[in-house]
Antibody
Framework: QLVQSGAEVKKPGASVKVSCKASGYTFTDYGISWVRHAPGQGLEWMGWISGYNGDTKYKEKFQGRVTMTTDTSTNTAYLEMRSLRSDDTATYYC??????????WGQGTLVIVSA | DIVMTQSPLSLPVTPGEPASISCRSSQSLLDSDDGNTYLDWYLQKPGQSPQLLIYMVSSRASGVPDRFSGSGSGTDFTLKISRVEADDVGVYYCMQRIEFPFTFGPGTKVDIK
């Protein structure tokens, strides 16, 4: 099970940190992908982090503005996004991701960026 | 980045009838090192998180009815629903995971006629 933090409303230029707490499996055996769904758009893969050693892979458009981290003591993954813009308004999902599939997904966190 | 395309983008269906969605990738999703092809299918039902349907082209995820099947190779893939049910409505996405960044297709919206 993956349980995400609650909805956020942020002003342009601010930062947001979304959490994703995992349970029911060995956190370090799997990675976590982050995917967002903007209104009226399709799904967009943002990046992946290893639950084992924290290695990350980011989509280039997010490089430098997004940081994915994990805390293995609490089995929690985090997505931090800085310099928010209105087009970052979206629902952000975490998903347990190993080599062949993203099989469990969080419930989603709505982030609204508005002045 | 690998570009994923899907057709059709909208698919009205009749309950009990079959349905088919096509997905194409801009390059082969076959990993020559391990022989696996890394193509997933996901369904996002209205108001819900995406859910995994099919992984590695044709393997059904746990709990997915056998009405759903995946096929294809290389750059051309198909998701078939043998008999559509009302609960199958939503947006279907294919996604490649052979290389980073993973990329999704634009989605196919399936609704009932």
């Amino acid at each position: 099970q993956l349980v995400q933090s609650g909805a956020e409303v942020k002003k342009p230029g601010a930062s947001v940190k979304v959490s994703c707490k995992a349970s029911g499996y060995t956190f370090t055996d799997y990675g976590i992908s982050w995917v967002r769904h903007a209104p009226g758009q399709g799904l967009e893969w943002m990046g992946w982090i290893s639950g084992y050693n924290g290695d990350t892979k980011y989509k280039e458009k997010f490089q430098g503005r997004v940081t994915m981290t994990t805390d293995t003591s609490t089995n929690t993954a985090y997505l931090e996004m800085r310099s928010l813009r209105s087009d970052d308004t979206a629902t952000y999902y975490c998903a347990r991701d190993h080599d062949t599939q993203a099989d469990y997904w969080g419930q989603g966190t709505l982030v609204i960026v508005s002045a | 980045d690998i570009v994923m395309t899907q057709s059709p983008l909208s698919l009205p269906v009749t309950p009990g009838e079959p349905a088919s969605i096509s997905c194409r990738s801009s390059q082969s999703l076959l990993d020559s090192d391990d022989g696996n092809t890394y193509l997933d299918w996901y369904l996002q039902k209205p108001g819900q998180s995406p859910q995994l349907l099919i992984y590695m082209v044709s393997s059904r995820a746990s709990g997915v009815p056998d009405r759903f099947s995946g096929s294809g190779s290389g750059t051309d893939f198909t998701l078939k629903i043998s008999r559509v049910e009302a609960d199958d409505v939503g947006v279907y996405y294919c996604m490649q995971r052979i290389e980073f960044p993973f990329t999704f297709g634009p989605g196919t919206k399936v609704d009932i006629k």
